[in-house]
């Protein structure tokens, strides 16, 4: 069946169903319509909340995307370490080289 054909057939039914209608309903019908076309078309009021949502979305991947990573060891915000005093490079040095100094103690403790 071709669209033309099949759009033809529902017509034609569509308009028989309502030549069964009686005067109330189809004045009702009318009535609707005619309110229907008189409304302000409505606006879709999730658009506000979709716009917030992505721009927050975008907020948080750009705020954490600028984030550097930190070693798990390393001071915390400080160019010094709070314990030792000494400069964040040679903080990190230490962590570097802490199976050395573990093995070092074992050394000690073994000979003495």
Same mark, same amino acid.
């Given at each position: 069946?071709?669209?033309?054909?099949?759009?033809?057939?529902?017509?034609?039914?569509?308009?028989?169903?309502?030549?069964?209608?009686?005067?109330?309903?189809?004045?009702?019908?009318?009535?609707?319509?005619?309110?229907?076309?008189?409304?302000?078309?409505?606006?879709?009021?999730?658009?506000?909340?979709?716009? $917030?949502?992505? *721009? =927050?979305? @975008? &907020?948080? +991947?750009?705020?954490?995307?600028?984030? %550097?990573? /930190?070693?798990? !060891?390393?001071?915390? $915000?400080?160019? *010094? =370490?709070? @314990? &030792?005093? +000494?400069p964040e490079?040679?903080?990190? %040095?230490? /962590?570097?080289? !802490?199976?050395?100094? $573990?093995?070092?103690?074992?050394?000690?403790e073994q000979?003495?």
């Amino acid at each position: 069946m071709k669209p033309d054909n099949a759009t033809d057939q529902i017509r034609r039914l569509l308009d028989d169903s309502v030549d069964g209608l009686d005067a109330a309903t189809l004045s009702r019908l009318n009535r609707a319509r005619q309110r229907a076309l008189a409304a302000p078309p409505r606006q879709n009021a999730w658009m506000p909340m979709g716009l $917030a949502a992505a *721009a =927050s979305l @975008v &907020l948080a +991947v750009a705020l954490l995307w600028q984030r %550097e990573p /930190v070693h798990p !060891l390393a001071p915390a $915000a400080s160019t *010094a =370490s709070p @314990v &030792l005093d +000494v400069p964040e490079e040679e903080a990190l %040095e230490f /962590v570097d080289d !802490l199976e050395f100094y $573990a093995w070092l103690e074992a050394e000690a403790e073994q000979n003495g």
